[in-house]
């Protein structure tokens, strides 16, 4: 149902009815997160309000007389659905499903009305309840996740989401009894029967492989009363189980089939299963699949926004995310603060990262009984909604550096423990949290003496099996946020080797990467903060601590992880095995020292064309993290590199780094200083994944400032305006500074969007005020391919939808304008409440 929505911003009464004249209103596709943004967008700059969406649509033929529903992923804030006039469903909180039965509500052979009215203003009644400006992310809103439109016939396997039924609803598949010998795959299937007769037919359960061989077929007979729901229980006992894991992420198909008395499908779908044991043994640690897994876990936290677009991400863009975060070597992805899109952890099942899934809350409670209950009701739906995927690592169940009441924490565990009631369900909490003593795993810092009394490396609770939910960022205070952590990639080559210092292993006591490879089993690794730039509410900067940007282009900080990775190729993880990179640009400011990072054992450093040849060699008695970080002291001079170029042998300067394992080299990067800029270079950055053209997916293309060899000129101040052609369109425009685009560390990047037509695209990147002897201009062509989901849309309002945004709308407008003095309150007022921030940051350990 994503294409071709009418929007309005603001307070529009009567809107909600079928005859409201939407004429006038934009034209959008769902995803869709209210505005476009700019790249610096922190600070409250973002929108916060009422919003409205309304579709048309002729229902197909085919359709009547199935049992319908509007499943919608996620809208951010409180909101409330209408179809044809008629309210449908209210609903608090933005992270989570909201399902409604649309089966008598709509209209044959006519147009139907689908309206929904959003609201992303504060609001302390539902989860996370904090204020913006005092918030560490954005209340990015509008209908930011996919639509969809589900048909069954009058018996079906009913929506867990949608059936509010404690550990019951659609398919529950859990698993007992895990080896490598076997593994016991549990079932559990809720159907109801919306017909005015009894049914009576077949449960089928049929489990395949990857390479869909047939491994178990189970059959089970069901009888379902009239208008009536009822759940059937099966078991599948699985010989030889090829079992999940990071490091091998199999995944099963298993196909659940309603059949009636004749034979006929009724109802049904696949799943995608993966088999696995997840436990956690004290002093023993963390154990997966039956043995202790070898090394420590080692993952970083995600928010969900992205560049332009904020939260409104396609689900390509989501699985890209899983993948480059899994080439960077990481296993497990904490989601801050909530539950995030279904595509990423359907990516996160696939590539083999494990997931701390959150419940939504940060730094607030509420005392106000319906506040609680509005966290438990997002506790049951996050474990319902994501229940099947083997990815699930933990649940938190808590909310975030959050001082409530002790009850609280001890009635959040009983409440997993009662939605998931299987073996390999486990919950965290904060060690310095109230109620921790109701958890076996805790959130804790490997640190004792000076920094935090409370985290007590070698003197652990035998009982308990601890992890780091937050470790890396640096600040001074959490007023400035001054800190060697929080680098933009555009700051260049210093601060980018200070970043991926400070997360290796920096020179003072911190948690870092080394820290927590040294310490026991017990600790079993931690999520660094953060895997991307974001947004933030309660600050102007935006978090500039990823490993890659808002657009997800890598700083040095993302090689030094990737360093970190097995140096053996798996088939399943595409981008493993060997690699070798060097840190360094070769520029006039360039440091004399060169730093490279490597997983391989052996590293041979060359500089320029008979130069000399430095070597470096693993020593795997010193134990710590798997490659420190290399640098080769006193290599580079531009003085020599400068008299080379006088002698027009510029193509003898150059670093060249090659692993070596084993005495082979096995991994290669060369570096050469970057010459003349003469050209613009122009690629998509997708993963290798299709553009998919139904009004929605994105792919990132990026324009570089280059030499005629193709070299990067890191160092550069152009701007890029992108031109765009055929059956795609740039997302924002120049009032967020999305076109043109101001080259950053030798870059511009910008979002290109598919249409609802399968088609070619062209691209044409040029710099601004062309001349003879500035960078050439570039082209580049893709092609989108058809959705892989028929969409529900009129064609005609497709079209409608603008090639670039609107005007942005600033997020003050028709506020009356403050005095002096109310404007001197409420910094007042925002300085007392900061201090709180900084406080409760403080104590649940966040200084490290």
Known sequence: MNPAWRFFKGTASGAESI?????????????????????????????????????????????????????????????????????????????????????DALKWNEDNVIAVWADNSDDPSYPPGKQQDMLDFAYFGGVYRDCWLIAHNNVFITDPNYENVEAGGGLFVSYDKVSESSALVMLKLHIRNSAQQNFKGTAEFELQQPDGRRVAIQKEKVMVSANAAESFYNKILLKNPMLWSPESPTLYNLYVRIKDQKGKVVDGYRKRIGIRSIEFKGVDGFWLNGRPYKNPLIGANRHQDYAIVGNAVANNAHWRDAKKLRDAGLKIIRNAHCPQDPAFMDACDELGLFVIVNTPGWQFWNNAPVFEQRVFSDIRNMVRRDRNHPCVWLWEPILNETWYPETFAKNTKELVEKEYPYPYSNSACDLQARGSEYFSILFAHPFEGDIDKHDRLGNYDKTKTYFTREWGDNVDDWSSHNSPSRVARNWG??????????????????????????????????????SFDHQRGYHPDPFYGGIMDVFRQPKYSYYMFQAQREPVKSDLIAETGPMVYIAHEMSPFSSKDVTVYSNCDEVRLTYNKGGKTYTWKKDKSLGGMPSPVITFKDVFDFMVDKKLAREQKQAEVFLLAEGLIDGKVVATHKVCPALRPSKLLLWVDNE?????????????????????????????????????????????????????????????????????????????????????????????????????????????EAELIPTVSPSKTDASENKPASSQEEINKRKRQNEQKLKEVERQQSEFGEKR
């Open 19 to 103: 005859n409201f004249n939407d004429k006038n209103w934009e034209m959008v596709s769902l995803p869709n997160g209210i505005e476009y943004i700019p790249t610096e967008a922190s600070g409250c700059s973002n929108y916060q309000g009422e919003v409205w969406y309304r579709k048309h649509f002729t229902p197909e033929e085919s359709l009547k007389g199935k049992k319908l529903f509007l499943h919608f992923e996620a809208i951010m804030g409180k909101c409330k659905i209408y179809v044809n006039g008629k309210l449908l469903t209210e609903h608090f909180g933005g992270y989570l499903p909201v399902v409604t039965d649309v089966t």
């Open 493 to 530: 080559e210093q601060p980018m080797l200070i970043q991926a210092q400070h997360y290796a292993h920096p020179s003072y006591q911190y948690t870092c990467y080394e820290t927590l490879y040294r310490v026991s089993r017990q600790h079993m690794g931690g999520c660094l903060w953060h």
């Open 688 to 796: 290798g994944t299709e553009l998919e053209a139904n009004g929605s997916d994105f792919v990132t293309v990026v324009a570089a400032v280059a030499d005629n060899n193709g070299n990067i000129k890191r160092l550069s101040n152009y701007y890029v305006k992108f031109k765009v052609e055929g059956e795609g369109r740039l997302l924002g425009d120049n009032e967020v500074l999305a076109n043109p685009v101001e080259v950053r560390w030798g870059t511009a990047p910008a979002l290109i969007q598919s249409t609802t037509k399968p088609g070619k695209i062209k691209i044409t990147a040029s710099v601004l005020f062309e001349g003879s002897q500035r960078p050439a201009s570039a082209e580049l062509e893709i092609e989108s391919h058809p959705s892989v989901f028929p969409m529900v849309y009129n064609p005609a």
